[in-house]
């Protein structure tokens, strides 16, 4: 409603609300040192919030602001030299018209009404009730409606502005202190995202770190970690075990890359800049020249092919894949992948978009292209005998046409369901394992090829 959004308004300009510290130490964004965040895969991330603070000895309470409103207080909360914590929590709800309504219940407020004719009127009025439409007691009279506005003369004691880290500690002795603050941040995550780019049998792999802050708050000048992996994570809580590898991340001293146990640590170089509600991408490594060598492949008839007759399919696009092998001295965290390739003018031109598996250093792995444009093949039976009743003789053709201006490769693959032999065969059959066999078919530009096999498979 107007007059609650109109208070709101009033209050972050307020020199009151700023004078609201009581009797507790207040620690704001200006006394702030060091953040760290390390960000996992599964939407949360470890905070580690350094505030430095000179405090007097002896009992009192702290309060850090802000913090995120979807933060939760991990294993360690608050720790610092000489000082023991009593209680801690988090107090996230803030302010809003309705509780400050509600905190000033038998409280004298200012209560602006505005006539039919629009003049504005003030009287000094006690509030009853905030629940639903407020009532208020003004010069003896019980009085419900909503005003144009209500003026506070304070914040009444315990309702922050902002939400906020509350602990009650005791103090050895007077000085200056680091106070290093650990919570959890829900709705703070991160992905990688590659750009490879294709040229002559080689790809250059760029790999971004792109970190998403739905948290509730901002984080400015923050130093980030991302762990790369799958974390257990038991919503709303996290696991034990990941959150003790966040901690175990959270330390000084982690490198650029890290194993952390089955995970990798990833620090980025430089600090960024995390607003609340916003996406940034940042260097995750450096870019690496990687071996790339691009297929045509023909998937695999259906297993009951093997079994009787099987009905010619009509001429189909052999899929397009480029397979790669991570030459480079480190494990490429699973993402997806944009592919490019320049033109004759220089200009990078998209070629698809696939999702990279988690791959190890060292390991091959491939992404799809999609579609071959130029390509086709079609397979046809041409024979097929019933040996026995579990033993089935088949032989076929696959017509391959290539109407592009270059040669093509295309690899055939057969994948079978039980006991098999290749009988007779136009070309020689690759044997990957004991279930498949594969082809590989060279076709000329704007010319054709015809692979033919004789196969029998014991079901």
Known sequence: MPWRQFLLATLALSPLAAAAGFADTLLDSQSRSGLVLTVTQADVALVRDRRTADLEAGDQALVVEPLPRRAELAAT??????????????????????????????????????????????????????????????????????PERVVYDTLPPG??????????????????????????????????????????????????????????????????????????????????????????????????????????????????????????????????????????????????????RFAADRPVHPQAVVAFKNNADQPLPAGPARLFQRSRDGGLAVLGQDSLPMVPAGAPFRLSLGQAFDVTAQRVQTDVQKVSADVTETAWEVRLKNGGDNPAKVLVTEAF???????????????????????????????????????????
């Open 77 to 146: 909360g608050l720790t610092a030299s000489g000082v023991t914590v009593r209680s801690q929590r988090l107090q996230l709800a803030g302010i809003d018209a309705q509780s400050l309504l509600a905190a000033h219940r038998g409280k004298e407020v200012t209560v602006v009404w505005r006539g039919a004719g629009g003049a504005e009127r003030e009287e000094r009025a006690t509030i009853l009730s905030a629940d639903g439409q407020p009532v208020f007691a003004v010069a003896g009279k019980v009085v419900s409606g909503q």
């Open 159 to 308: 309702l922050r502005s902002a939400p906020g880290f509350h602990a009650d500690i005791t103090v050895d002795k007077a000085g200056k202190r680091d106070l290093d603050l650990s919570y959890l941040a829900h709705g703070l995550g991160w992905k990688p995202a590659y750009v490879v780019e294709l040229a002559d049998g080689k790809a250059t792999l760029s790999a971004w770190a792109e970190i998403t802050n739905a948290s509730g708050g901002d984080f400015p000048a923050a130093r980030v970690r991302v762990l790369a992996g799958t974390v257990e994570n038991d919503p709303p809580r996290p696991a034990p075990r990941m959150e003790k590898a966040l901690m175990a991340a959270a330390m000084d001293g982690i490198p650029s890359r890290e194993a952390l146990g089955p995970h990798h640590l990833y620090t980025i170089e430089r600090p960024v800049n995390l607003a609340d509600g916003q996406s940034v991408q940042v260097p995750l490594m450096a870019p690496m020249t990687l071996s790339a060598d691009l297929r045509l492949e023909l998937p695999p008839l259906p297993p009951h092919a093997w079994g009787g």
């Open 417 to 459: 369901a039980g006991e098999w032999l290749v009988l007779e065969e136009s070309l020689r059959h690759d044997k990957r394992d004991s279930s498949h066999a594969g082809w590989s078919v060279q076709v000329p530009s704007r010319g054709e090829a015809v692979l033919r096999y004789r196969v029998r498979v014991k079901l």
